[in-house]
């Protein structure tokens, strides 16, 4: 039977709009003292440590998590406004997103105690900053494939694979590592369990990957029989599968997925308002519409991971979608703005060379959008 995905639009109330205005000015006063310039993709690529600390100075990182835990009791959609307004502005977040957004979550719902008391007060701070372990060379659309094993020996495991494209392990201060513990070929899903392993760790090789813009975002990281502490187990053994499957709906929901490249469209608009002509305006109406539309959807999103409805199928829609608007917005600016890109370039040139050397990413990181396609059509019943 054909089932249907449900966007229903959403209002933010007004706590959450009066929180937009406080992190503007924030925001507005960090450019106006010059800490930061807005970057394209900087929530994947530019990672700024004294940033992340004022961040958590003022309660917007690990939002979401109990007071307990040094978090402070806000909603999802709290969460929503604040990554918005980080992501418009081109903030450099990329120290503490991936902790932010999916391993404070995970740790809260699966962690131990001492995992718990361990991690999560420090993620809020600003201060404990996570890298994920999934992909292998031979495991990235088909996860449920990864090679690396963990065997139980004295005092610990011992885990032996090696992982790929782990943005951030570089400066991380742990890696969430899926391996297999138990499980036969034939059912893959099932033996599969995460470990949290600290970094830098006896065992544990980072090498740096150089991708296509020369820089050092991501790494392939080698364990070698690295033996681990009997609780750096995440959950249940055996449960990696499902816990990755409800991780991965952090990772795909946030708004991270159609902004990236909104600090490029920001800067062409003020370009059209002063150069342009009657076709780059209206293509700029086109794509900010396409953004509205996928604000909305994205909103909606959040409103479901607030409520606890399962959002994974239309999550994966609105990153199929709002993946392909990344690109296409600098597809437009590269079209029509008539400059010359240029590597570290000032305003509109620097913004537009580091979009175009980004772009080929948007689509596979986090899951490819023929992966995504699958997930919808699977979820609409479709065979
Ligand atoms: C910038 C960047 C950062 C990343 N960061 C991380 C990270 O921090 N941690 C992590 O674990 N991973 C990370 N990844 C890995 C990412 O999740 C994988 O690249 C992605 O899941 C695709 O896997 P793959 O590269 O092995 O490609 P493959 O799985 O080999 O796929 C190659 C192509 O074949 C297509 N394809 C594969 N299977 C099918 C199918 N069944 N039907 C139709 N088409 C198919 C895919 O869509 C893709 O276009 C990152 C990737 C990038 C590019």
Request: hydrophobic fraction near 40%.
């Amino acid at each position: 039977m054909t089932t249907s995905i449900h966007l229903p639009p959403h209002r933010l109330s007004a706590a959450a709009r009066r929180l937009r205005d406080d992190v503007r000015s924030f925001l507005d006063g960090e450019l106006a003292a010059g800490t930061f310039v807005p970057r394209c993709d900087a929530w994947m690529s530019v990672a700024d440590p004294a940033f992340s600390r004022r961040l958590g100075a003022r309660g917007w990182i690990g939002m979401t998590l109990p007071s307990a835990y040094g978090g402070h009791d806000r909603s999802p959609l709290e969460r929503f406004v604040v990554t918005e307004e980080l992501l418009a502005a081109g903030a450099p977040v990329a120290a503490h997103w991936i902790a932010d957004r999916q391993m404070a979550p995970s740790i809260l719902r699966h962690g131990s105690p001492s995992q718990r008391e361990r991690y999560l007060p420090a993620i809020a701070r600003g201060e404990c900053y996570f890298a994920i372990g999934m992909s292998e060379p031979d495991a990235g659309s088909d996860l449920a494939s990864v090679r690396t094993r963990a065997r139980q020996v004295d005092g610990g495991w011992e885990i032996t694979g090696t992982k790929v494209w782990t943005t951030g392990a570089h400066f991380a201060h742990a890696i969430v590592v899926l391996a297999r513990t138990d499980g036969s070929p034939g059912d893959r899903h099932a033996g599969l369990s995460q470990f949290v392993v600290d970094l830098p760790a006896p065992g544990v090789e980072i090498r740096p990957i150089r991708t296509i813009d020369g820089e050092h975002h991501v790494n392939e990281v080698i364990f070698d029989a690295a033996v681990v502490a009997e609780d750096s187990l995440l959950g249940e053994r055996g449960a990696g599968w499902r816990q990755v499957t409800a991780e991965l709906a952090h990772e795909r929901s946030g708004p991270e997925r159609y902004m990236s490249t909104v600090p490029l469209l920001r800067a062409w608009a003020e370009h059209v308002r002063q150069h342009g002509d009657a076709s780059a305006e209206r293509e700029l109406g086109g794509l900010t519409a396409r953004a509205w539309t996928l604000r909305q959807m994205s909103l909606s999103v959040a409103a479901a991971l607030a409520e606890g409805r399962p959002p994974e199928i239309a999550a994966a829609l609105v990153k199929d979608l709002g993946s392909r608007f990344e690109a296409d917005v600098v597809e437009t600016v590269r079209r029509l703005a008539g400059i010359e890109p240029r590597k570290h370039g000032p305003g509109l040139e620097g913004l537009l060379a580091e979009a175009i050397l980004h772009s080929p990413a948007f689509t596979l990181r986090g899951g490819s959008n023929e992966i995504l396609r699958s997930v919808v059509a699977r979820g609409l019943g479709v065979r």
